[in-house]
């Protein structure tokens, strides 16, 4: 309901970009990567499901959902419930995707023994393979299809420390 609420106060206030994150670290770095005042802040926690669904029924024009590595890469996977005892990553598919990506050999034999989502963003960051990127742009596809239209959406993601390290959308 805190979700619902959040989101009816930025419609009525006018607002025509609003910014659904996990946590409070990427919160507070989307506030300021993009200006936001508090009003326009939703803390989705691990609801990224009810928090799409109701901006399908309550649309604004603008959504960024922003959030640590692992919880969008469930996102990217298809999970609208990024809570741990309901979804995992998948560490196959990030797997699969930092070979698409061009990685190099020695990276991805080391992602065979990979046992975190955290580990894999490592080697693609010391390789400089773009992972979260394309982690993000998968994470916006499946909210764009969740909303069914009408919202432009961007997905940012950040490190521990609040530093961008994915994007994709407008």
């Not at 309901?1 to 670290?25: C, E, F, Q």
């Not at 640590?68 to 609208?80: R, S, T």
């Not at 394309?134 to 490190?159: S, Y």
Request: aromatic residues 4%; hydrophobic residues 50%; without cysteine.
């Amino acid at each position: 309901h805190s979700i619902h609420r959040g989101i009816d106060v930025a419609r009525a206030s006018g607002l025509d970009h609003v910014a659904a994150s996990t946590g409070r670290t990427s919160e507070a770095a989307v506030s300021e990567m993009y200006g936001l005042d508090m009003v326009a802040l939703i803390d989705m926690g691990d609801f990224a499901g009810g928090t799409l669904k109701y901006l399908r029924r309550h649309p604004v024009p603008w959504l960024t959902l922003a959030g640590g590595f692992a919880k969008i890469a469930k996102l990217a996977a298809g999970h609208l419930d990024l809570h741990s005892s309901r979804s995992s990553v998948d560490l196959e598919a990030l797997g699969e995707s930092f070979a698409a990506l061009g990685a190099p050999r020695k990276a991805l034999a080391a992602v065979k023994d990979a046992r975190t989502a955290a580990e894999i963003l490592a080697l693609a960051r010391s390789n400089h393979v773009p992972l979260a990127d394309k982690v993000a742009r998968n994470a916006r596809a499946v909210a764009l299809a969740t909303l069914a239209g009408g919202i432009d959406v961007d997905v940012v993601i950040f490190d521990r420390k609040g530093e961008l390290i994915g994007h994709a959308g407008p």
